[in-house]
Every structure is written in C-alpha cells, then in structure tokens.
C-alpha cells in the first residue's frame, strides 16, 4: 500500500517549458488535491477534484491546468512555465466527506504525496 | 473570507520547556481544524483535529471559538519535536473536504 505516489520528485524547466505532474493514489479515495508549499505562504490549494471526471479551481490555479480521467490518478499541468512556479508541490487525498456521515471518521483527513520540487529558470 | 493566520514564523524552545504554537482562524461558520506536521525528509502528515480531542506525541490543542484559536500546546519539548507545523481549517459547507492552510511555524527545540 503506497498511499499517495507523486512523479516526478525534481525536475527543472526552463520559462515557457510545459510538462505535467502525476499523483497516484491506491487507497480508493475520492477527492485529491494539489497544493504549492513556498516560505512564508504556507500550502496554498491551486485545483481539486471530488470524484472521477470532476475539477475545480483552489486558490491558486492560473498557470495550471488538471485533469481526473480515472478515480486513483490526478495530472498538474504546466503549459508554460515561469519562474513564478518555482516551488514544491504536494498532492493530497481524502476519502470524501459525502459518504461519511460520522465526524469522526476521518473523510476529511488529508494524505499527502512525498512532494515535487520544480525549478523553473 | 476564510483564513488562517500563525503569527510566528520560528519558535525556537530548550528541551523540557513549554511550546505553544498559535493558531488563529477566520470562518462565520462550525470550523473544522487540525494540525499537520513536517519533519525533515519526510511528508506532510495529521498531527491532531480538533473534533478527536486526542493528545498525540503529548500535544494538545483546544478550539477557541470566542478567541477564533486553536493554539497547539505541549508541556514539555523534546528534541524530536523539531519540524514544521501547519494549522489548518475546513470550513466547507460545500463538502469539497479542502482545507486552507496557515503560513506555518517552524519549531526548533535546542539540547
């Protein structure tokens, strides 16, 4: 049981470079998140979704674009990278506060991937 | 607007002395609240929410709501404390299950 599997861990592009982050994860989840961690922000949420097929916009989300064709998957998108990008980004999980009813029972605990850190020169 | 807000970007504490990293929020509605903890070298992960009412690794944390805080506490530091600790609020009525994040506080506990 990996839990949440981000690819790839580093990478460095160059301004106007595109490429795409993948996050897997195997516990059945139904939400998944991305978030960008940099110095004295904090994490700040820049798209989710809420099931299969489903996206939605965070905080931050100019510059990026996501897609959830299938359930355990969840793709960051850079279509034209600029050094405003330079950060680390971490994907999350959860398993969905609509089917869990019981405060305790954990729908909205987050799992977090290990982190991509991207340079973009 | 949600938000939350941890006004101290370093605690730096001795070994055996009291920490308490401040938390506060900003939600019209019933929050949700946790803390999250990053050691070095490893992923961000859930120290305690607010609705368990646990003590984990000895660290507490009440919810406020008249002070709108959820202040962190542990009577006695150790070194393994050392990390980065984000306070954070799901204040969703939507359901999403986001959370929105502090700036985080980074605690140094000194031998």
Redesign the interface.
Known sequence: NAGVTQTPKFRVLKTGQSMTLLCAQDMNHEYMYWYRQDPGMGLRLIHYSVGEGTTAKGEVPDGYNVSRLKKQNFLLGLESAAPSQTSVYFCASSPGTRFFAHANSGANVLTFGAGSRLTVL | AQR?T?PE?LLSVFKGAPVELKCNYSYSGSP?L?W?VQYSRQ????LL?H??RESIKGFTADLNKGETSFHLKKPFAQEEDSAMY?CAL?GDSS??????????TTLQVKP
């Open positions: 939350v941890q970007k949700e946790f999250y992923r961000l992960q859930l929410r609705i368990s984000y799901s359901n999403t299950g986001k959370l929105i994040f502090g700036q985080g």
